[in-house]
């Protein structure tokens, strides 16, 4: 290692573990639907870790380090018009990256939501079917789908952007998530901590029960059977 490096702290761990949990799961909830059978059972837990996945990090925009926070990297149009003029200057993420995590994260919500009162028409039910109509939950079915069709190519564009920045740009995303180190002389992540992150995952947590029905009554009793008489 070059002794004269500068390097700054830019993402916390947790703010990459949830980067790379998150590509699991997605990863894993792509897979067991387009599988189904059997594994729309799995399709369903994955999708309430993602819900806690979500939930975590929108607590952790709040509450976490320094270019972890919404606050941080929040884009407007200024910011955006600055970055495609090449004018802008930051750590974190640019206001173009701010659009696409923001992006990510609204289509995971849609996706989760929907996906929670859904069914497949055989055997397979969403933990909160039960509060909606079938007709409203064919409907959000039908949502669920399209929006995993929105969601599998915004990952595609998602992997092209970092192959650009890295190749193009010379701009290396993928070791800041992996390291938590951002080459240069920016200033290193303050915030966070444990009282933070506790918070930020009874959050979660909290969402992934309710999520999960968990909180519904159960079906009612079956009726006695009916005694045989003894002729």
Known sequence: MNMNSKRFRLWDLPTRLFHWLLVLCVGAAVLS???????????????????????????????????????????????????????WQGEGHNPLGALSVFGLLALLAAQVATGLFSNDDIAFHG??????????SNRLTGIHHLVSDLLIGFVVLHLGAIIFYGHVKKQKLLKPMITGW????GPSATGGGWVAF???????LAAVYGASGGWLPGPPPLPPAAETPNW
């Open 33 to 87: 639907g387009q599988l189904g059978g059997k594994l729309i059972v799995w399709h369903g837990r994955i999708g309430l870790v993602i819900v806690g996945l979500v939930v975590f990090r929108l607590v952790w925009g709040l509450l976490g380090s320094t270019y972890s926070r919404f606050a941080n990297f929040l884009p407007t149009p200024a910011t955006i018009k600055a970055y495609l003029r090449g004018e």
């Open 127 to 136: 933990p909160l079917a039960t509060l909606v109509g079938n007709d409203l």
């Open 182 to 185: 951002g080459e240069g002389e």
């Open 198 to 204: 506790v918070v930020a995952l009874v959050v979660a």
